[in-house]
């Protein structure tokens, strides 16, 4: 299910990342007394009530030529278009100022639901400054404190009543969902043509043609398969940065409906670290993950080219270590043919459920090969193992001690797993809890 998307927009320092930070519960945004800090909209998840949601934090808002202003609109512009609710941010010790002002017109544009934070409201005191905020034509202005944490509670409470019902999965439960994500004008929307065999999707050589994320259902081999391909961004007006920032919200859209992701990489440019960005979010998700090297028929090659390019990648997406490699070519057609049988491996590899028994033998082998680790003369001792989910294969271990299953012991035995069991294209997850008496 896609989770609602929420954005924190308001002029240069506000307190729209300390306040993200409160609601995500780390500290993801930067936090600096300057204004214009939090240059990039950034992404995490939060959730209030058993509701959770992708929270936005962008960069402020505030008119002027200058690069990094028209950027920063530009980034909150985004963010309030694939919003489902914002949350306005304002300064309650400095009053409504013209910059809040214009940027009440920009969200009164959004025709979304508008929540008003007054920010640095830090005692009782100071609720008499709330009033001055009604003349922003919002409803009640809500007083908060991001560096005490008050009154984010009553805000939330208010965010979520505009969050849109869940909807129903449209498709049936045996169709694979794919997403394709990466970078725009990596070939996306080429893959999808060219796979269906007609011009499904638009294709331009400008970064970020595909305008919203497009379902393309079809059946092959008497499997149903759902292709979402995820939009760039087009570039607008003196809008001079990197289109692949705009796609990172869309890619979580995607993954979020996705059985199995293609993480589509450039192979004339080779990756960066957008790319690992995009193909964290996937693993982080659980989802199963192909890499496919489109444009690979660009590319000059002798007979050690795909196998030093699969190096360089197994080396920069070590947490990717699972998932196969596709060489391919939306142009010339090139190994095409390869990427919709691997879907379906790495789907049933993502369904894959281990009998108990059969795990708990091969686990037990496991242990005699390579006993548990101690730490100050206590050693871990694995009760049984049960396998409690899949997408991803979950695996919760009943041992003695949860804290003495250190990180390189879980290693081994994922590895062990992989070994016995074919997981590839999945993530697999170990979880160690102790065994009641």
Do not use: C
């Amino acid at each position: 299910m896609t989770k609602p998307v929420v954005a924190i927009v308001g002029r240069p320092n506000v307190g729209k990342s300390t306040i993200f930070n409160r609601i995500v519960g780390e500290r993801v945004a930067i936090v600096e007394d300057k204004p214009g800090v939090t240059r990039d909209r950034i992404y995490s998840k939060g959730e209030w009530l058993n509701r959770e949601f992708n929270l936005i934090d962008t960069g402020g808002i505030q008119l002027g030529d200058e690069p990094l202003l028209i950027q920063m609109r530009a980034q909150a512009e985004l963010a309030i278009k694939e919003a489902d609710v914002i949350i306005f941010i304002v300064n309650g010790r400095e009053g409504i100022t013209s910059a809040d002002q214009e940027v009440s017109k920009i969200l009164f544009k959004s025709d979304k639901p508008i929540v008003l934070g007054v920010n640095k409201i830090d005692n009782p005191d100071m609720q008499e400054e709330l009033y001055e905020f009604y003349s922003l034509g919002m409803d009640t202005p809500y007083p908060i404190s991001g560096s005490h944490g008050l009154g984010l509670g009553d805000l939330l409470d208010e965010v979520i009543k505009y969050f849109p019902d869940e909807v129903e999965d449209p498709y049936d439960e045996d169709t694979i969902r794919i997403s394709l994500i990466g970078r725009p004008n990596v070939g996306k929307s080429s893959i999808v043509n060219a796979m269906l065999g007609e011009e499904r999707v638009i294709v331009s050589n400008i970064a970020g043609t595909t305008r919203d994320a497009i379902d393309t259902p079809f059946t092959r081999d008497e499997q149903d398969y759902v292709l979402i391909d995820t939009a760039g961004m087009r570039k607008r007006g003196k809008v001079y940065e990197a289109t692949e920032k705009y796609s990172v919200l869309r890619s979580l859209k995607a993954i979020e409906r996705s059985n199995v992701v293609l993480v589509v990489i450039d192979a004339e440019e080779g990756l960066i670290e957008q790319d690992k960005k995009i193909a964290g979010y996937a693993h982080e998700a659980g989802r199963a993950v192909i890499l496919v090297v489109n444009k690979w028929d660009a590319v000059e090659k002798d007979d050690k080219t795909m196998k030093n390019f699969e190096r360089k990648l197994r080396e920069e997406l070590l947490f990717l270590t699972y998932a196969p490699i596709l060489f391919v070519s939306a142009k010339t057609k090139q190994r095409l043919q390869q990427v919709l049988p691997m879907v379906k491996k790495v789907s049933e590899n993502h369904h894959l459920r281990v009998a108990t028994n059969v795990l708990n033998d091969m686990i037990m082998d496991a242990v005699a090969m390579n006993p548990t680790p101690t730490d100050k003369g206590k050693r871990l001792k694995i009760n049984y193992v049960t396998q409690v989910a899949v997408e991803p294969p979950t695996f919760v271990f009943f041992v003695n001690e949860p804290e003495l299953m250190h990180f390189s012991y879980e290693r081994f035995l994922e590895n062990r797993l992989r070994a016995t069991f074919d997981f590839e294209g999945t993530p697999i997850k170990i979880f160690a809890r102790k065994k009641n008496v």
